[in-house]
């Protein structure tokens, strides 16, 4: 049995940007969603030249055992043709976007993924993501710091920590392999969509509008209602067995959206035995490529014959990538003027101009190195400064239970320490008084070592006049409660006197 697919893609730029960055592709055999990112032009023709290297692989000869293999490599493609555009145009420098890709081979999906675009499986009725966003807040998710609902509006959830980038660094991207299910629909997306609307609704519309195409238009009109801030760009593709896709109207026309489709990455037809349509053909990311298929036969499948990248005609290929990009946008209107690209020169013009070319990178990189040099030379120094400072400083404190005299500031900075004891005084702080012991404790602040030790000094000295008074008075207290009269004999002393008293003044009365 084999499975077809049934698909749709649709990309806008949103309500609030002024280009969209956002590029996508879906065909018989390949679903790819990339959001650029990188300033006003490099979003545009990052995900512009990662659509260019792929669209060669839709084609329904691959392995199964293969698949995921060329599909790492045609990515690895796409960061080298990123590369090179910045090395031509160090404007762009700082380009990226993310990738995340179906192949199609056989009865089994290779997939590949980079960054915070999302793949969504619909299998009886439940929804389940899954790609990982390769985003700062889903590392604070992984590692317990935060959970899903706050992810959600953490203030940094849009910072992306893999990319296909412009930079000479290999990150492989996360590759796996599953069974093209019949029944199954998938759903690729930017975070133009899942950043604004829930799973559930998006659940919501894919189990309940049954063609593609609406259900894409559906999606990207629910992410403006939203409010979405982002470009939005959906793929929305529906696995077939035989039966099915004999009574269903084959998606045969590959589907090219967002800036690839405004950069003049087309879909269009060759002669399948030229050279350059073979499925080995050595067509990169530095050339605009598009493809056709032979007319679909009765049963509704499309020919089975390799079908490869062509070259557009010559007068286009001659100028590369760049010029196309730059006619296409000139001719798109005003919101595609704002692309200025200039990716990738022709070879013949790179020979001619090397040295032009080659000398403003090599020395705006010796620049940047310089700069970065004389910051870290900078800094040593202003660090180095600041702790000899603080080796002038004194002050009082404890050290080993006594009272000691330290340089330096009672401060530290990770591991290090600003102070060092440089004189032990000898007198224990716990057998100072109370209020004593604290002000050590808390430190006493001196002008010089000599006003250190001077404060050390009268404040052992306040100490023991403190601690003196406390001592004499133990020898006082039995002649001083002796000469009170208890409570018991007061009382009675007083009554015998006064009875006395009344007795002598009435013996008077009666003399």
């Known amino acids: 049995m084999t499975v077809t697919l049934r698909y749709a893609a649709r990309s806008d730029v949103g309500l609030v940007r002024s280009n969209n960055q956002d590029s996508a592709y879906a065909g018989p055999n390949l679903l790819v969603v990339a959001d650029g990112m990188g300033g006003h032009a490099g979003g545009d023709v990052a995900s512009a030249l990662t659509i260019a290297a792929l669209v060669g692989l839709d084609r329904p ?25 910045t090395t031509a145009d160090p404007d762009l420098a700082g380009m990226g976007t993310t990738v995340t890709a179906v192949l199609k081979s056989g009865n089994t999906l290779a997939m590949a993924h980079l960054g915070d675009s999302r793949a969504y499986l619909l299998r009886d009725g439940t929804l389940a993501q899954v790609t990982v966003d390769h985003t700062f807040v889903q590392h604070l998710v992984d590692t317990g710091r935060i959970t899903p609902d706050e992810a959600e509006t953490h203030p940094q959830r849009n910072v992306v920590m ?52 609406d259900a894409v238009e559906r999606l990207v009109s629910m992410s403006m209602r939203a409010g979405s801030t982002d470009n939005i ?25 967002g800036s690839a489709a405004l950069a003049g990455v087309t879909a269009a037809g060759n002669d399948p035995q030229s050279p350059t349509s073979l499925p080995g053909s050595d067509i990169d990311g ?89 910051l870290v030379i900078g800094l040593v120094l202003a660090g180095w400064g600041g702790y000899r400072w603080t080796q002038t400083q004194y002050y009082v404190g404890e050290s080993d239970g006594q009272v000691a005299v330290f340089r330096g500031i009672p401060a530290t900075a990770g591991p290090l320490t600003f102070s060092t004891a440089v004189e032990l005084t000898g007198t224990r702080v716990d057998e100072l008084p109370g209020f004593v012991a604290d002000r050590v404790h808390e430190t006493i602040r001196a002008t010089s070592l000599e006003d250190a030790r001077g404060r050390a000094d009268r ?40 009875d006395a008293s009344s007795s002598d003044a009435g013996q008077e009365n009666n003399g």
């Open 61 to 85: 000869d691959h392995s199964s055992d293969q698949s995921m293999s060329e599909l790492e490599r045609s990515i690895d493609r796409a960061r080298q043709d990123l590369v090179d555009a």
């Open 162 to 213: 893999r990319v296909l980038g412009d930079f000479d660094l290999d990150l492989t991207p996360d590759l796996s392999i599953r069974e093209a299910v019949p029944g199954d629909r998938w759903m690729l997306c930017s975070d133009g969509l899942s950043g604004f609307v829930p799973d559930d609704e998006i659940a919501e519309v894919l189990i309940s509008v049954t063609a593609p195409q």
């Open 233 to 257: 760009t959906v793929v929305v593709a529906d696995v077939l067995d035989d039966a099915a896709a004999a009574t269903t109207a084959a998606t045969v026309t590959p589907e090219i959206v």
């Open 286 to 374: 530095d050339t605009v490529t598009s493809f056709t298929r032979s007319a679909v036969p009765a049963g509704g499948q499309p020919a089975t014959s390799p079908v490869a990248v062509s070259v557009l005609p010559d007068a286009v290929a001659q100028d590369g990538l760049a010029n196309t990009l730059e006619q296409a946008m000139l001719a798109g209107g005003p919101d595609e003027e704002q692309y200025q690209p200039d990716v990738q020169p022709d070879e013949d013009d790179l020979d001619e101009d090397a040295a032009d070319e080659e000398t403003p990178p090599r020395r705006r990189a010796w620049l940047t190195v310089l700069g970065a040099l004389l």
């Open 459 to 498: 404040l052992i000295e306040d100490a023991a006049e403190e601690t003196e008074p406390t001592s004499t008075p133990s020898q006082s207290p039995n002649p001083s409660t002796s000469d009170e009269p208890s409570g018991d004999s007061s009382p009675k002393g007083d009554s015998s006197s006064n």
